[in-house]
């Protein structure tokens, strides 16, 4: 079946400017994290999203970064007035949201601020 | 709490020789742990994952993990390397219950193989 999927897969935008990018998670799956990756490094939890709750934000690192889910399909993460700090590659994962909790990954958007 | 430490951020080995990447966890519950792999410029691809059934996991690829609840490890090993195994491996940890499903991810190792 299809896996996590993420647009664009590649951005680059200028500092100052807002950017929205998209993830899908695989169908059925209730669970969505959004993670940032920067350069050689490892992964930085920013947000989870599991069914109606309310989301865990506590990895959000400024007020500039937000995101929005529509029930149980698509998310948006939107970094306003980006800096060049926020470049980066943004990875989405779902899981079924049930234990183990193993989380399947989207490619990913490499974010450019130049 | 829970976290997961990678000993060795970098390893090099010779095409055809052994892999052994090393993962350490330490958790309030009875853990799930997975690996995961980063080939450049990809997303992450789920290797393989404990949950508390057999101990020695098999996943994909020829890559195998033992876990030892006494030394709380959980190495990744790979009887002989191949060029397309390069890339950067997350070992991960997660509580197999509670409500808490945030993955720990350790700093990653990245894994060269030499001709």
């Known amino acids: 079946g299809a896996g996590v999927s993420q647009s664009p897969s590649n951005k680059v935008t200028e500092k100052g400017k807002d950017v929205e990018l998209r993830c899908d998670p695989i169908?059925?799956?209730?669970?969505l994290y959004w993670y940032r990756q920067r350069l050689g490094q490892g992964l930085e939890f920013l947000i989870y999203?599991?069914?109606?709750?309310?989301?865990?934000k506590s990895g959000l690192p400024s007020d500039r970064f937000s995101a929005e889910r529509t029930g149980e399909s698509v998310s948006t993460l939107t970094i306003q007035r980006t800096q060049q700090e926020d470049s980066a590659v943004y990875l989405c994962a779902s899981s079924t949201g049930l234990a183990p909790y193993e989380q399947y990954f989207g490619p990913g958007t490499r974010l450019t601020v130049t | 709490a829970q976290s997961v430490t990678q000993l060795d951020s970098h390893v090099s080995v010779s095409e055809g020789t052994p892999v052994l990447l090393r993962c350490n966890y330490s958790?309030?519950?009875?853990?799930?742990l997975f690996w995961y792999v980063q080939h450049p410029n990809k997303g992450l691809q789920l290797l393989l994952k404990y949950t508390s059934a057999a101990t020695l996991v098999k996943g994909i690829n020829g890559f195998e993990a033992e876990f030892k609840k006494s030394e709380t490890s959980f190495h990744l090993t790979k009887p002989s390397a191949h060029m397309s195994d390069a890339a950067e491996y997350f070992c991960v940890v997660s509580p197999i219950t509670g409500t808490a499903s945030k993955l720990t991810f350790g700093t990653g190792t990245r894994l060269q193989v030499t001709l």
């Open positions: 999203f599991q069914g109606n709750s309310a989301p865990d």
């Open positions: 169908s059925g799956h209730t669970a």
């Open positions: 958790s309030s519950y009875s853990p799930s």
